[in-house]
């Protein structure tokens, strides 16, 4: 271990706190960074609250430096990726890290001896997952993004965590990107005209916006919609029953009913919609906590929310092709402009998944941010 470095696993609740508190420290003067919830990172962490962790394990490291944390990472072994892609892959996660190469590369190096423990015959390390493909995902890259806070659930970092990565032995693997369109009626003519085909095209077929005052059977339409729609996606893992019900849970009170939508035939779903506001806008200012003041900093700041995020849009397979995006986008963008938002992220979406990125360039939807998702072969035990 370099001089002063040490690297050891969280084993007590003040490691923990060091583990949460390390990214305030770090970015506190980041005018891009949005300081996240405590509460909510310290949820998703927490094996006893959060259903992700009844199919995955983990193992927490901070790195220290003169007895100063300088790193942390966790260490990711999730039995449902594996069982879905029929692979050794363990996974790392919540990264962060000073420019500091050495303790990155001996943050990885121990990430990879838990992935073992974790996972044995582990051959494959990936991340950053935090702390699955169904949350934040990737590395943003700088040099390949427009600059400015990223969107609610949308991953930031400095720019010198490629190079640490790098400096550690990892390699692309696959990239993220979100695209970036205004709001307003410039394409709606055009737009219009594909959406009236579709509906004449498909009689049968019903487009309605959520109703949450019946939450509990829209959110079992979702259910059924979710899993199927992106079963052949790169990297998906379903989500379990109890995992989406705590997504919705986190979710409810922050949903816009008029950017949220479903299609059915009949009282089946085939399609389904999440538009969110993006209350990263709020949260930037809030510091990571809901109180003292917290609370009526998001309270004040919601109207003046102006950005939206298009965080899903899932069709089950024989059903796609046939134009449902485009009514769901169309009614969405009306509701959304009515509502006096400006702009949308469609994020994030595979690099290579043209059927999304295709049809985005009819509402002048441009590429403006990518993320990467890196990974190293694990040398085997033997």
């Known amino acids: 271990m370099a ?25 506190a003067s980041e005018p891009d960074w949005v300081p996240p919830l405590r509460s909510d990172v310290r949820w998703v962490l927490d094996p006893a609250k959060n259903p992700f962790w009844r199919h995955a394990r983990r193992t927490l490291f901070l790195a220290r430096r003169g007895g100063r944390v300088v790193g942390r990472v966790a260490a990711i072994a999730d039995d449902a990726h594996n069982r879905v892609h029929g692979d050794r892959t363990a996974f790392f996660g919540f990264f962060e890290c000073e420019d500091d190469p050495g303790a990155a590369k001996a943050l990885f190096h121990a990430a990879e001896g838990a992935a073992g423990r974790l996972l044995p015959g582990c051959d494959r390390l990936r991340g950053p997952v935090n702390p699955s493909m169904n949350d934040e995902v990737g590395f943003l890259l700088a040099g390949e993004s427009e600059p400015g806070p990223p969107v609610l659930m949308m991953p930031w970092n400095p720019a010198y965590y490629l190079d640490l990565v790098a400096s550690a032995g990892f390699e692309k693997e696959k990239d993220l990107v979100a695209l970036l369109a205004p709001i307003d009626d410039r394409s ?6 594909i ?9 049968e077929l019903t487009f309605r916006t959520i109703r949450m005052d019946r939450f509990p059977a829209e959110l079992a339409k979702v259910k059924e919609v979710y899993n199927a729609a992106w079963e052949r996606n790169w990297g998906f893992v379903p989500m379990t029953s109890e995992e989406i019900d705590a997504m919705a849970k986190k979710l409810k009170d922050l949903l816009y009913p008029p950017i949220v939508w479903f299609v059915e035939s009949g009282e089946r779903p085939v399609a ?9 806008q709020v949260l930037i200012r809030m510091g990571g906590r809901l109180f003292p003041f917290g609370w009526l900093k998001f309270l004040l700041g919601r109207k003046k929310v102006d950005r939206v995020r298009l965080m899903a849009f899932g069709v089950l397979p024989e059903y796609r092709r046939k134009g449902l995006d485009a009514v769901c986008y169309f009614e969405g963008y009306k509701a959304a402009m009515a509502a006096g938002f400006r702009t949308v992220e469609f994020s994030w979406i595979l690099e290579d998944n043209l059927d999304l990125l295709k049809p985005i360039e009819v509402f002048e939807g441009r590429l403006y941010r990518r993320y990467r998702l890196v990974a190293r072969t694990v040398p085997s035990a033997s």
């Open 188 to 193: 709606f003519a055009r737009l219009g005209r």
């Open 195 to 203: 959406t009236d085909a579709v509906r004449r095209r498909n009689p």
């Open 272 to 280: 389904f919609m999440l538009g969110m506001p993006d209350f990263n």
């Open 3 to 27: 001089e002063g470095l040490s690297v050891a696993e969280v084993s007590s609740r003040s490691d923990l706190a060091e583990f949460v508190e390390l990214p305030y420290r770090l970015f």
